[in-house]
């Protein structure tokens, strides 16, 4: 149980697209949805809370016009870099937690984002 | 300011032996502790979580160990397999945000 399917896994553009990454939960509803960045041999970098049918919120630092995040459904949540540029290059990882707090977050497999 | 540290960035250990890992934290906040484990080009897999309320919470061979006052927690790995290999990750939370806050992980090698 506790699946959470993220797509795509890898993706390579061009510099000034914009791009989409879809994050479901597949086996569970998930009220909170969180969205991380990890750069290579760093920690996981919180950017964004969602819960759902409600606004993201964005930690500090992180553009919210730049990193759209929309929590539609109890199973899906979508961020999308936009204009996006070789800086954005990253790994970027979505997890999904439960109406119950106490419950931990799932993560996906996380997509590979290059810029180029 | 790195909240949560884990500050050895790796370590080897022989099959069958015991694995422990270290995690510090800074904030007297958290009350809610996981770890994680993380192949390459994975998410993290949930392993074990301790509330601050106890000491230790035990799930097969993975034991965690909370010490509040040191604000250290670690896991010990028992016995440890090839298969346990990974980049293990602590994090900590509080109930009033329930954001993760991650440290910057341990690679461990069981070596066959």
């Known amino acids: 149980g506790a699946v959470v399917s993220q797509h795509p896994s890898w993706v390579i553009c061009k510099s000034g697209t914009s791009v989409k990454i879809e994050c479901r939960s597949l086996d569970f509803q998930a009220t909170t949805m969180f969205w991380y960045r990890q750069f290579p041999k760093q920690s996981l970098m919180l950017m964004a809370t969602s819960n759902e049918g409600s606004k993201a919120t964005y930690e500090q630092g992180v553009e919210k016009d730049k990193f759209l995040i929309n929590h539609a459904s109890l199973t899906l949540s979508t961020l999308t870099v936009t204009s996006a540029h070789p800086e954005d290059s990253s790994f970027y990882i979505c997890?999904?937690?439960?109406?119950?707090?106490?419950?931990?977050?799932?993560f996906g497999d996380g997509t590979r984002l290059s810029i180029l | 300011d790195q909240q949560v540290k884990q500050n050895s960035p790796s370590l080897s250990v022989q099959e069958g032996r015991i694995s422990i890992l270290n995690c510090d934290y800074t904030n007297s906040m958290f009350d809610y502790f996981l770890w994680y484990k993380k192949y390459p080009a994975e998410g993290p897999t949930f392993l074990i979580s301790i509330s601050s309320i106890k000491d230790k919470n035990e799930d097969g061979r993975f034991t965690v160990f909370l010490n509040k006052s040191a604000k250290h927690l670690s896991l010990h790995i028992v016995p440890s397999q090839p298969g346990d290999s990974a980049v293990y990750f602590c994090a900590a939370s509080d109930t009033g945000t329930y954001k993760y806050i991650f440290g910057t992980g341990t690679r461990l090698k069981v070596l066959a």
């Open positions: 997890s999904a937690r439960a109406r119950d707090r106490d419950q931990p977050q799932h």
